[in-house]
């Protein structure tokens, strides 16, 4: 069965810490792989999208990391700000559709 | 300023009533797409268009009917026979494909009275 699992469910940091989110699937087979960000009551937004063949991606802050042999994925947060308390999904296409994670929701506090 | 909009941004039903949720892109996308948000769960799919005049069922389309006459326009209809149609729906548009990334319009949250 495709799955996307998130762990934790839940983090709480404080204003400045880094922070690493997981994503494990069992897409198959596997065409790509991103994480969104949702902020409370919108539309998810894409952070990056990776291939088979790329084991890094960043943008800004965000670094996402792939490991398509264990089928493992991360997004790490470097020096997170409160603007980064949101809802980040895992998503992954498999041959005609998405499989979409639970999502973790990370809060920032002060 | 490009986008995908929808509308409204609350919507309440009555019993057996059916009711509309607006969907507009001016990307210039070929598909299109309206998901399902529950707590807890990930977004379940309900529909999908690839091309004007054609749609999919997705993996919970009972209680939902969509058209697709105009390329920028994808209206969701939950219908009386949704027996729990309390969620947050989210629409979204791609150039096609699974491959491709889907932008997402900022939701449409429905409550039943």
């Known amino acids: 069965k495709n799955q996307v699992e998130q762990s934790p469910q839940s983090l709480i940091i404080l204003e400045g810490k880094n922070c690493t989110l997981q994503c494990n699937y069992t897409v198959s087979p596997f065409s790509n792989l991103r994480w969104y960000k949702q902020d409370t009551g919108r539309g998810p937004v894409s952070l990056t999208i990776m291939t088979f063949s790329e084991n890094t991606k960043s943008n800004g802050r965000y670094t996402a990391t792939l490991d398509a042999d264990t089928k493992q994925s991360s997004l790490h947060i470097t020096a997170s700000q409160l603007s980064d308390s949101a809802s980040y999904i895992c998503?992954?296409?498999?041959?005609?559709?998405?499989?979409f994670g639970t999502g973790t929701r990370l809060q920032v506090f002060p | 300023d490009g986008g995908i909009t929808q509308s409204p941004k609350y919507l309440f039903r009555k019993e057996g009533q059916n009711v509309t949720l607006s969907c507009e892109q001016n990307?210039?996308?070929?598909?299109m797409y309206w998901y399902r948000q529950d707590p807890g769960q990930g977004l379940r799919l309900i529909y999908y268009s690839q091309i004007v005049n054609d749609f999919q069922k997705g993996d919970i389309a009972e209680g939902y009917s969509v058209s697709r006459e105009k390329k920028e326009s994808f209206p969701l209809t939950v219908t009386s026979a949704q027996k729990n149609p309390t969620a947050f729906y989210l629409c979204?548009?791609?150039?096609?494909?699974?491959?491709?990334?889907?932008?997402f319009g900022p939701g449409t949250r429905l409550l039943v009275l």
């Open positions: 979204a548009s791609s150039w096609g494909g699974s491959q491709e990334t889907q932008y």
């Open positions: 998503v992954v296409s498999g041959s005609d559709k998405l499989i």
């Open positions: 990307l210039n996308h070929d598909a």
